[in-house]
């Protein structure tokens, strides 16, 4: 199982590429020969970077879909839109089409962002703007997502 974690600002040249910080780097050894996926992210205006070993994974849910159900194939269509294969070159740059780099307003300073599996790609601006409006009700947000792990209730407690 992947765990990525680190936030890291990086900048991206003027033709996409982007320098995968050493920290980073090390992280993504063990995968970084078979490629990644690059994709839009469905929540936010950023791309999400999958090994490709985590994307087979997804790619499997999805294949389970019935593509007898028009709502399926809509939604694969959407998800698989703008999917691209990137690879990390001699130098340790990943190049981001230009399409994508477009739909997450991306610019010079950018920002590389863990999440367990997937690393997020973020104009510095528009990541700074997203942690601060989430983590305005992050302490409801918790309680709502995590408080019910394991069903311990202190109702429970005698």
Known sequence: MINILGTYECKADSKGRIMLPSALKKQMAPFINDGFVVKRSVFNKCLEIHPMSEWKKIVGEVNKLNRFVKKNNDFIRSYMSGLKIIH?????????????????????????????????????????????????????????????????NSNDIP
């Open 88 to 152: 990390v070159d001699s130098v340790s740059r990943l190049l981001v089409p230009k399409d994508l780099i477009a739909f997450a307003s991306l610019d010079k300073e950018i920002v590389l962002s863990s999440s367990v599996n997937v690393v997020e790609v973020w104009d510095k601006m528009l990541y700074e703007e997203s942690v601060a409006n989430s983590l305005e009700n992050f302490g409801n947000l918790t309680e709502e997502v995590m408080g019910g792990l394991g069903n311990q």
